[in-house]
């Protein structure tokens, strides 16, 4: 009979069958434990920071690690400058989305990301990367005269959302539209969802005869609609999209996307300084500067 160490807490010796019943239990134990690794956070091996993400996950399905609402990031090296002045991605338009998968940590599917929340990791990737500090130049839509303003990203807000909005772990929204009475069911997009959108309208732009028509509105409302009445079918939905969404409808529709995307606030308030003029929640402009500042 194998001895037990006499140190071992315990009463007395187990006897040959408890013990063959402790190694089938550990045996089982440890072929589960293989089976379903946990994920364990290890230390970086580089500084990082925790950036919380405005959706607060709440749009993930929970088995999704972006439903922590949480995103772990690094700081910028000279590794990712290599990808930024790659003149190969910037022809491509790959460059922003190369670098932000260069430093994200987090073990996360990219493509899963919503575009607010992308949005967000952007702006921290530039101040972790750059610092705040961004110039703008603003030009008054009054007289004129353009500005030059230091604006400070660590300023930006998230935007405010209501929990009791949104079914947690759920990314679709029920809307009944005003004028034609339908309801629809919608999602907002994710980072795959705006890849398949840019790709179904270069393909349009590809085949169609006038080149004056840009069919990019119309084809994320087929991609962003889950359902028209009931009706799941593509077919019905770009069919609808197509012929039956009134104007109202999708001015409606647009209000119901803006009030409940989380996003981060990219808006200011400006007041030219040469005749007074104010204006209110200016756009911040994503020039060359963002993420390539004059050193």
Not at 25 to 30: D, G, M, R, V, W
Not at 163 to 186: C, D, H, M, Q
Not at 235 to 244: A, G, K, L, T, Y
Request: aromatic share 8%.
């Amino acid at each position: 009979m194998t001895k037990v160490n006499e140190d071992y807490p315990g009463k007395a010796p187990m006897s040959d069958a408890e013990l063959k019943a402790q190694a089938i239990n550990q045996s089982y134990a440890e072929n589960k434990a293989k089976a379903n690794p946990k994920k364990e956070s290890k230390p970086s091996k580089y500084p990082t920071e925790i950036v919380d993400l405005p959706s607060q996950g709440l749009l993930y399905p929970e088995d999704n690690p972006l439903s922590e609402g949480t995103i772990e990031l690094k700081y910028m090296t000279a590794k990712e400058e290599d990808i930024l002045t790659s003149q190969n991605l910037i022809k491509k338009g790959l460059v922003i989305d190369k670098l932000l998968r260069s430093l994200i940590v987090s073990p996360i599917n990219y493509n899963d990301l919503l575009v607010g929340d992308k949005n967000a990791i952007m702006v921290s990737a530039r101040i972790l990367g750059y610092g705040g500090d961004y110039p703008i130049e603003i030009t008054c839509p009054e007289c004129g005269t353009k500005s030059k303003v230091d604006f400070d990203l660590t300023d930006l807000q998230m935007k405010e959302i209501d929990p009791a909005n949104y079914t947690k772990g759920e990314n679709r929204f029920t809307t009944v539209l005003p004028a034609s009475k339908k309801t629809i069911e919608w999602k907002l997009l994710s980072h795959a969802d705006e890849q398949k959108v840019a790709e179904s309208t270069k393909m349009f732009k590809k085949r169609a005869l006038s080149k004056t028509v840009d069919p990019q509105m119309s084809t994320r409302f087929k991609t962003m609609i889950l359902s028209v009445d009931g009706e799941e079918s593509q077919p019905v939905i770009n069919n609808f999209v197509d012929n039956e969404f009134l104007s109202r409808d999708t001015m409606f529709l647009r209000k119901e996307i803006e009030k409940l995307s989380p996003d981060i606030d990219m808006t200011f308030d400006f007041e030219c300084p040469e005749c007074g003029h104010e204006v209110l929640n200016q756009q911040i402009p994503m020039n060359v500067q963002f993420f390539w500042p004059r050193v």
